[in-house]
């Protein structure tokens, strides 16, 4: 009995398969949320949206490996000794660490923060409720 093989169409053409650019894995835009939350020093739901907002920001203004090389730089640099050497003298982590930080600062000012919402505590009113007044008393 002969297998037969199936091929996709696309490899038979030599197309290469569509990769979305600058697509960072789950886990580094985790973490990446994490550490921004931990910065604002709160965690509601309007700092995870900011901070989704920053590190989508950043994703579409650098490569996964730019950002991968600048956050290991970052993480390295403060290292004492000659292993740390490699970060601290490193021109092209300190390039990318530079890059990063002025991504994230524009990210920052793309992202709002919201601070506060401050909701009225009687909507009595209000006339746009008033009909929902008169549903509950039927």
Known sequence: MQMIKVVPLALLLGVPSVVVANDFPTRDRVE????????????????????????????SAMSFESYGWAVTYNRNKRMTGEKGSVFRDNKAGKKLAKELAGYEENAKGQCVQVVQIVAPTDLTGDSRYERYDEIKKQ
């Open 32 to 59: 990446y949320v994490l550490n921004c939350l931990q910065e604002l020093g709160r965690s509601s739901m309007d700092d995870l949206q900011t901070c989704s907002c920053r590190i989508d920001s950043v994703a």
